[in-house]
Structure formats: C-alpha cells, structure tokens
C-alpha cells in the first residue's frame, strides 16, 4: 500500500528530511502494543508519513495528532485516513516539530508520543521536548539503532555520554527492541530501535538543569581529561571531593546523580 500511495501521488521520499516510511504491518502491531495506548489516550505522532502507524494508533482508540513537516505526503496521509474512516481520530498538523508551538498544540492534557522518527532530528527533538513540554510524559519512539543505545546507555557504557546524561535528568528510558531495515521503504541504510522513555514524576535532581548541562557538555566536551581539568573555571577539586566526586576522574566515570550533586554546588 505505502508503494501504491508513493507511485500514485508522485512521490519521492526524502533522505534530507530522513524518510523512512514504515510499511510492515507486523511492526505496526508491535508498536501499538508496546507503546500501551488504549482507547481515549492523546497520542503524539511525530513524522507520520503516509500513515501506517497512525492508522495503528487511531485503530486502537487513540486520538492522534499528527505532525508531518513534508506539505507532499498529507493528501496521500489524508488519502489513507479516508479510505480507513478513521479521520475523525486524527488531526493532520503540517508543521515542522522543531518549531511547532507545542503549548498550543498539546494544551494542559497529558500525551504519549508514539512514532517512527525522521532520524537526522531524534535525539535534539527528544531532549528539546523533554526539556520544554512537561506533558509529553510515556514515550516509545524508532530511532537509529545508535542514537538509541546513546540515550539509554548508564555510565560505565562505551557509548554513555552527553545525550543519556541530559535525558536522565528529566526522564528514563531503554531500548526495547531491534527493528530490521526490511520493515521500510525505501530501506535505511542504519540498523534501528525502538526506544521507550518515561518522564520522572518527580524530577531525581536537585540542581537547574541549565547549570546541570553546562558541566555535562564540558566534562564530556573533554572526556579523556580528569575533571579537575575539564571542569577547570566551573568547580575547584576541593568542591568536587566535598559531594564524594573525585577530580581524577573522567567525565564517562558519573552518575546522573553525580552530575547533579555537581550542579547543586557549582
């Protein structure tokens, strides 16, 4: 169907804007089942493309909104909504998610946000909205198989870092699964994931999450220095030792809640 609807409206999908349609509806099913939605639940679909997923989601009972950035694909996302009568379940809102007033979008409800994201813009997205729209609380998101593993991964991890440090602050998250490139068209050239998150109910830090950044990005702008050198102009050793950090470590070596320990002294 999504190969009809690409042939059919004279499509041609973009690898700038990261498209990746998903097309296997076994993969749909997974999705709607892992993300947990039922029946009345507010759904955030970001980059839904010619709908496979929506048609999952509003199938199931939710009530979507979907973004798409690309003004091309919503007449066949329109198209498929129709022929499936469930366009009464699904608001179509052509905007760019980087940009989008989400205050107005979302109102004062809580969401899930459910969808296969364009992968050049996953992970500022994820931290961007984290950050910024506290009702945006469960998510279960397909990104780059790597993006994935960064985002989730604990310290101690080779791949721990600047984005799993950041997104701890306001939330969990684990990667729940392996996606094959056979369930797109056109295929990626990048293994997937599906990666769930789920917003803190209260926030584990102590400490603003500017200043809680601003050590993360330069202990890690850094990493193989020791701290005292990294965080060099921002904390002494001494305050580093009085929260039990020791200054000859490296950045890969904390904790998030180290990270905030630090925060809440500097």
């Known amino acids: 169907m999504v190969g009809e609807l690409i042939e059919r409206h ?3 999908p973009s690898r700038a804007l990261g498209q990746n349609f998903l097309c296997e509806p076994g993969m749909v099913d997974k999705i709607v089942r892992l993300s947990g939605v039922t029946v009345g639940d507010n759904v955030i679909e970001i980059g839904p493309g010619l709908g496979s997923l929506t048609l999952g989601l509003a199938d199931a009972g939710a009530n979507v909104v979907a ?3 690309d003004r091309y694909l919503i007449p066949g996302l329109h198209e498929v909504l129709e022929i499936a ?7 179509v809102h052509h905007a760019d998610a980087l940009e989008v007033d989400w205050s107005e979008l979302v109102g004062d409800r809580s969401w899930k946000v459910i969808a296969n994201l364009p992968y050049n813009v996953s992970t500022p997205l994820i931290l961007d909205l984290l950050r910024d729209q506290p009702s945006l609380t469960d998510w279960l998101v397909m990104v780059q198989q790597e993006a994935g593993e960064r ?3 604990d310290s101690g991890n080779r791949t721990y870092g600047i984005p799993s440090v950041l997104l701890s602050y306001w939330a969990t998250a684990r990667v729940v699964d392996t996606v094959s490139n056979s369930v797109f068209l056109p295929r990626p050239r990048v293994s997937s994931a599906l ?3 789920t917003r803190h109910d209260e926030l584990p830090i102590d400490a603003p999450f500017d200043r809680y950044a601003q050590l993360v990005r330069a202990g890690f702008g850094k990493r193989r220095k020791m701290l005292r050198q990294s965080l060099s102009g921002l904390l002494t050793s001494e305050q580093m030792e009085s929260v039990g ?6 950045a890969e070596a904390l904790n998030p809640a180290q990270w905030g320990a630090l925060a809440s002294i500097a």
Not at 245 to 250: G, H, I, S
């Open 10 to 12: 004279g499509l041609e």
């Open 67 to 69: 973004i798409e950035a």
């Open 85 to 91: 009568q469930l366009s009464d379940r699904v608001r």
């Open 151 to 153: 985002l989730a991964a």
């Open 195 to 197: 990666l769930k998150v």
């Open 245 to 250: 950090v020791a200054p000859t470590d490296r």
